[in-house]
């Protein structure tokens, strides 16, 4: 239950967030807007870590395999296209291509078992639900 109600916070803080960081983008930039989500992205998990557990960051040196470092990276990247897709959409319509985008892309990563994830069997009923998101979104653009 727990897992279930955090996807949910996790889902509404990425549409507010998306739509927060298109009118900073409107009114400065968009690397200007990224950037600033990123800095003050970083401040937060510094100020969390300080009060929290406090793991050593010298354990990142131990991350292996070494492109699973490149959150970051791809955070810049994921905040970049949600602003230019929520500018150019509108918030509903780019929140229901992201999410299909992302139901898509992570059933992929483990129908192949990519990026060290257990491989899983193909499911019809997953598909089918892939295919359902994707007529929603023919249905939700009409």
Same mark, same amino acid.
């Given at each position: 239950?727990? #897992?279930?109600?955090?996807?949910?916070? %996790?889902?509404? &803080? *990425?549409?507010?967030?998306?739509?927060?960081?298109?009118?900073?983008?409107?009114?400065?930039?968009?690397?200007?807007?990224?950037? @600033?989500?990123?800095? +003050?992205?970083?401040? +937060?998990?510094?100020?969390? @870590?300080?009060?929290?557990? /406090?793991? %050593?960051?010298?354990? &990142?040196?131990?991350?292996?395999?070494?492109?699973?470092?490149?959150?970051?990276?791809?955070?810049?990247?994921? +905040?970049?296209?949600?602003? =230019? %897709? *929520?500018?150019? &959409?509108?918030?509903? =319509?780019?929140?229901?291509? !992201?999410?299909?985008?992302?139901?898509?892309?992570?059933?992929?990563?483990? &129908?192949?078992?990519?990026?060290?994830?257990? /491989?899983?069997?193909?499911? @019809? /009923?997953?598909?089918? #639900?892939?295919?359902?998101? !994707?007529?929603?979104?023919?249905?939700? =653009?009409?």
């Amino acid at each position: 239950m727990w #897992g279930i109600l955090t996807a949910l916070l %996790s889902g509404a &803080l *990425m549409s507010v967030q998306g739509v927060f960081n298109t009118e900073v983008t409107r009114q400065t930039g968009v690397w200007v807007s990224a950037g @600033w989500v990123q800095l +003050t992205a970083f401040v +937060t998990c510094a100020a969390a @870590w300080l009060l929290s557990g /406090r793991q %050593s960051v010298g354990s &990142l040196l131990a991350v292996e395999p070494k492109y699973m470092l490149a959150g970051g990276i791809l955070g810049a990247f994921i +905040t970049y296209t949600v602003i =230019r %897709s *929520m500018e150019s &959409l509108g918030p509903a =319509r780019a929140a229901l291509l !992201i999410v299909v985008s992302q139901i898509l892309v992570a059933y992929g990563i483990e &129908l192949f078992g990519l990026f060290g994830v257990e /491989r899983a069997a193909f499911a @019809w /009923r997953k598909a089918l #639900g892939a295919a359902v998101a !994707i007529a929603g979104i023919i249905i939700f =653009r009409s």
